[in-house]
């Protein structure tokens, strides 16, 4: 049954040009009834950018624009008041739109003829259609304007088209408004973490003096161990987190990883409690994370034990911050390494265990806040997806 105010139509990929391409896309779908299918070429023109050596990429006022956007300015452009380009090798079939003229480079594909089509929609249908199959390169990567001109596509009439860009703009305004926030909320946060963690700025009540502690002094260091991975036994089913460098990202709680460890597993591994300060100390050197269930890791890490003549969140923001001092320690062999020695022997000026939970608290609050914005953040992205769907 086809709902009132609807027909179904085909759309897709037309082979009348005899193209070889994926032919997958192409299936039956229902459209309202004031909607037409059209060949992608047919509403659009794609056009081959234009070389442009780097000597000649001298400054100027008109945007360059690569596959992957824009990359310089130029004192010349090539199309006049604006388009669209898309990535022909490189960053491929991602779209770019361009509110002022513009020099497109022979990486891209251009659009400045839209037939009777409101070129803010087609920037939004661009970046649904997952142009990048169409790949028509081999050894180099590479979109033919011949062979997605015959995509076959619904389109709505101009006055809908005006309508779902605009929508579309608002999401994209709120998304861009919120990531802005992000950033700034970043930039406060690295302030505070400048301010905080070298003493340049103290809470009110805190007056003792900080003092020079080597880590191992203040906490049990352990480094990591890996269980044999041939005995099926320590791994398959297993329940305990074994965190190696690849699961440690940017969040800074970790509870899950890649593969697991059972309870024999553990016991032939590195056991370490909940509260465990987790930091790479091989190639990535100071990527941090704290554990928050009871797990092990691999003998890339060193793990600070929970102590209490340390606080932990603390420490977390005082490697975090002091990546590059960590690095200096690291070997100078082709695989950085900073072994779990080198690791203890680290000097760092801290304060008073009760003024190390305070500024932990501060930061942990700025976490938070940039925490919930990003979760905000996704919420639209997730949104305006499910926008870009319904139309």
Same mark, same amino acid.
């Given at each position: 049954?086809?709902?009132? @105010?609807?027909?179904?139509?085909?759309? @897709?990929?037309?082979?009348?040009?005899?193209?070889?391409?994926?032919?997958?896309?192409?299936?039956?779908?229902?459209?309202?009834?004031?909607?037409?299918?059209? *060949?992608?070429?047919?509403?659009?023109?794609?056009?081959?950018?234009?070389?442009?050596?780097?000597?000649?990429?001298?400054?100027?006022?008109?945007?360059?624009?690569?596959?992957?956007?824009?990359?310089?300015?130029?004192?010349?452009?090539?199309?006049?008041?604006?388009?669209?380009?898309?990535?022909?090798?490189?960053?491929?079939?991602?779209?770019?739109?361009?509110?002022?003229?513009?020099?497109?480079?022979?990486?891209?594909?251009?659009?400045?003829?839209?037939?009777?089509?409101?070129? *803010?929609?087609?920037?939004?249908?661009?970046?649904?259609?997952?142009?990048?199959?169409?790949?028509? @390169?081999?050894?180099?990567?590479?979109?033919? *304007?011949?062979?997605?001109?015959?995509?076959?596509?619904?389109?709505?009439?101009? %006055?809908?088209?005006?309508?779902?860009?605009?929508?579309?703009?608002?999401?994209?305004?709120?998304?861009?408004? =919120?990531?802005?926030?992000?950033?700034?909320?970043?930039?406060?946060?690295?302030? =505070?973490?400048?301010?905080?963690?070298?003493?340049?700025?103290?809470?009110?009540?805190?007056?003792?003096?900080?003092?020079?502690?080597?880590?191992?002094?203040?906490?049990?260091?352990?480094?990591?161990?890996?269980?044999?991975?041939?005995?099926?036994?320590?791994?398959?089913?297993?329940?305990?987190?074994?965190?190696?460098?690849?699961?440690?990202?940017?969040? %800074?709680?970790?509870?899950?990883?890649?593969?697991?460890?059972?309870?024999?597993?553990?016991?032939?591994?590195?056991?370490?409690?909940?509260?465990?300060?987790?930091?790479?100390?091989?190639?990535?050197?100071?990527?941090?994370?704290?554990?928050?269930?009871?797990?092990?890791?691999?003998?890339?890490?060193?793990?600070?034990?929970?102590?209490?003549?340390?606080?932990?969140?603390?420490?977390?923001?005082?490697?975090?911050?002091?990546?590059?001092?960590?690095?200096?320690?690291?070997?100078?062999?082709?695989?950085?390494?900073?072994?779990? %020695?080198?690791?203890?022997?680290?000097?760092?000026?801290?304060?008073?265990?009760?003024?190390?939970?305070?500024?932990?608290?501060?930061?942990?609050?700025?976490?938070?806040?940039?925490?919930?914005?990003?979760? %905000?953040?996704?919420?639209?992205?997730?949104?305006?997806?499910?926008?870009?769907?319904?139309?």
């Amino acid at each position: 049954m086809i709902k009132k @105010g609807y027909k179904e139509t085909k759309i @897709g990929i037309s082979d009348e040009n005899k193209v070889s391409v994926d032919f997958e896309n192409q299936r039956f779908s229902k459209i309202p009834e004031d909607w037409e299918v059209k *060949r992608l070429g047919e509403i659009i023109t794609f056009q081959r950018g234009y070389d442009l050596p780097n000597n000649c990429r001298k400054k100027g006022s008109y945007p360059i624009v690569a596959s992957n956007g824009i990359v310089g300015y130029h004192n010349e452009y090539k199309v006049k008041n604006g388009g669209i380009t898309i990535g022909r090798s490189g960053n491929l079939g991602e779209p770019f739109y361009i509110c002022e003229s513009f020099w497109p480079l022979n990486t891209t594909l251009y659009i400045k003829k839209f037939h009777n089509s409101y070129p *803010r929609y087609i920037y939004y249908l661009l970046k649904t259609l997952n142009l990048k199959r169409y790949n028509s @390169g081999s050894a180099v990567p590479s979109l033919n *304007r011949n062979y997605i001109h015959p995509i076959k596509i619904s389109v709505p009439p101009l %006055k809908e088209q005006q309508k779902i860009a605009e929508i579309l703009t608002k999401w994209d305004n709120h998304i861009e408004t =919120l990531e802005n926030l992000i950033s700034k909320k970043e930039e406060y946060k690295k302030g =505070l973490m400048q301010n905080l963690l070298t003493g340049k700025v103290r809470f009110p009540g805190f007056n003792e003096e900080w003092k020079e502690v080597k880590l191992g002094d203040i906490s049990e260091i352990v480094t990591g161990t890996t269980p044999s991975t041939k005995l099926k036994e320590y791994y398959e089913n297993g329940t305990y987190p074994w965190i190696t460098p690849t699961d440690i990202t940017y969040n %800074k709680y970790i509870s899950k990883s890649e593969r697991y460890l059972t309870i024999q597993g553990l016991s032939k591994g590195r056991k370490l409690p909940s509260g465990s300060l987790l930091i790479t100390c091989i190639a990535s050197i100071g990527k941090n994370a704290i554990l928050t269930k009871t797990g092990s890791c691999n003998q890339q890490i060193n793990a600070i034990l929970p102590s209490s003549k340390n606080n932990i969140e603390f420490l977390y923001y005082l490697i975090e911050y002091n990546k590059e001092y960590l690095l200096k320690y690291a070997g100078h062999s082709a695989t950085p390494i900073l072994n779990k %020695k080198s690791f203890s022997n680290l000097k760092f000026t801290i304060p008073p265990l009760k003024e190390q939970e305070k500024i932990a608290e501060i930061l942990s609050l700025q976490d938070k806040e940039i925490e919930i914005l990003k979760e %905000k953040l996704e919420l639209l992205k997730m949104q305006k997806k499910g926008l870009c769907r319904s139309f």
